[in-house]
């Protein structure tokens, strides 16, 4: 009986009790009115991930292109309500250090050092 109860509990526990990532305050799309990007937070794998990305339209003898440009943003360290990434630009030689603070469900304050040091709020584009 007692098997069954603990084989029972861990099952329950296991449905319910879901990684920190995927419960995460910043999971979703946000867009600054500071910036071109839009940055897409996902939950894989219980980390996330983040990718910035920015759709260029170029026009050219009459045709029209649209090229994607991305930054690759690493996690280094998280929290329920924080969380600091670093990102390398190549084609400039950029580097920061980003902080990253849920203000409410709605917005989040990223505080930029290295290269270029700055504050941007996101308004969360998927409420």
């Known amino acids: ?9 861990i099952i329950v526990s296991t449905v319910l009790i879901k990684p920190k990532a995927e419960n995460s305050k ?14 897409l937070i996902t939950a894989k794998n219980k980390n996330l991930d983040i990718y910035n990305y920015n759709f260029q339209r ?3 003898d009459n045709v029209s292109s649209v090229t994607l440009s ?18 390398f630009y190549e ?5 920061v250090s980003i902080t990253y603070k849920i203000i409410n469900k709605e917005k989040m304050k ?13 308004n969360k584009q998927n409420k």
């Not at 943003?73 to 990102?87: A, D, L, Q, W, Y």
């Not at 084609?91 to 580097?95: E, L």
């Open 110 to 122: 990223a505080i930029f050092k290295g290269n270029w040091n700055g504050v941007i709020y996101y």
């Open 91 to 95: 084609k400039n030689n950029h580097r």
């Open 26 to 39: 910043f999971i979703g799309t946000w867009k600054s009115e500071g910036s071109d990007y839009t940055m």
């Open 1 to 9: 009986m007692k098997t069954l109860f603990l084989t029972l509990s």
């Open 70 to 87: 991305t930054v690759e943003e690493r996690v280094v360290k998280f929290s329920r309500r924080k969380m600091k990434t670093n990102i």
């Open 58 to 60: 170029q026009d050219l």
